[in-house]
């Protein structure tokens, strides 16, 4: 299978590794300096914890920022953040073919969420995520898999994924049932060491990940706060905890079942101990932060759903606030 990666940071760097390692011969397609360096010194990925790999290991990908000279793959991985996929189109694109397969490991609510899905708002486009609605007329739902992302990772260096033991993704066509190519996909990703299920309710999937960024993302910029942290204080998890009840609310209005309850989703937290979130991460970096796809997208749905959502909107403007002070944050255009 062709596969290309397209996003070379904590999520697209570990997959890219992962696969790699078991000659998969995945392409990887980065620009810049993270090109040139993934060039030069390769990609290493360290995780103590991962499959005994104490010391790690490295790998030396296809990489580049030419696709067209690559033409159509068999998948491709989207793995930048949400507010980046429209200016990745020119990179995307090239890569499609009739029978491509399109995987979003991407964090948030999707562009796709209401794509191809019944009910009374069936392609509805969330202008958080997709303000002109360009990715809904670019990306034919039928081709779209679906993916709920478990993956606890960071770069640390120049080129260096370590992660921290979370392994774990969710996938599912969001238009058809299970076809045998999403279960060739999904054996290898298997295969490269990750736990990889399939679902027939991928968009159900995909909130119950939700529900865990929304409140923990936003809330580690406004305090600086690491996972651990941020759980242990009862002020700020009495914060989040209302944040995931008006989530649930939204969910119900949604008629999905989540199934992980609120307290599970703090005891999750705390197995990950002092991580910082990937919004944190950006934050730090001076980077755009996902605060509109993980959050805005959700306010937004949850006022055409007519939910309650103040504690959402509070974090929201804190957040949003913050981080245009610091430059990081992009509006959705």
């Known amino acids: 299978m062709k596969i290309a990666i397209v996003g070379a940071g904590a999520i697209g760097g570990m997959i890219t590794a992962l696969l790699a390692r078991i000659g998969a011969d995945p392409l990887l397609i980065a620009r810049g300096p993270t090109l040139a360096a993934i060039r030069q010194h390769g990609l290493t990925f360290e995780d103590a914890t991962f499959q005994n790999m104490a010391d790690g290991f490295t790998c030396h990908p296809r990489v580049t920022d030419a696709p067209a000279m690559e033409g159509p793959q068999d998948l491709i991985i989207i793995a930048v953040k949400a507010h980046q996929i429209k200016s990745a189109l020119p990179m995307i694109t090239p890569l499609i073919g009739p029978d491509t397969q399109i995987l979003t490991a991407i964090n948030g609510l999707p562009w796709w969420f209401f794509q191809g899905a019944d009910g009374p708002h069936k392609n509805h486009i969330v202008k958080h995520v997709d303000p002109d609605g360009i990715l809904s007329q670019q990306f034919d739902p039928s081709k779209i898999i679906g993916c709920a992302v478990y993956l606890a990772s960071e770069v640390i260096a120049p080129y260096t994924i370590k992660s921290s033991g979370a ?29 990889c299920s399939v679902s027939e309710t991928i968009r159900a999937d995909v909130l119950n990940k939700l529900m865990g960024n929304l409140w923990a993302n936003p809330l580690s910029v406004v305090t600086g706060g690491t996972l651990d942290v941020m759980t242990h204080d009862p002020q700020i998890s009495g914060i989040g905890r209302r944040m995931m009840e008006e989530f649930s609310d939204l969910c119900v209005a949604l008629n999905v079942s989540l199934s992980v309850s609120i307290d599970q989703r703090f005891q999750g937290g705390l197995k990950l101990g002092a991580f910082r979130t990937s919004m944190l991460q950006d934050y730090d970096r001076g980077r755009a ?25 509070m974090v929201y403007a804190l957040t949003r606030m913050r981080a245009e002070t610091a430059g990081c944050y992009q509006k959705p255009e």
């Open 167 to 195: 392994n774990r993704l969710v996938i599912g066509a969001i238009t058809q049932p299970p076809s045998p190519i999403l279960l060739e996909i999904a054996a290898i990703i298997e295969a490269a060491g990750l736990t």
């Open 289 to 313: 932060i996902e605060l509109d796809a993980i959050l805005g997208a959700t306010i937004e749905v949850a006022d055409l759903l007519k939910t309650p959502c103040e504690t959402m909107r």
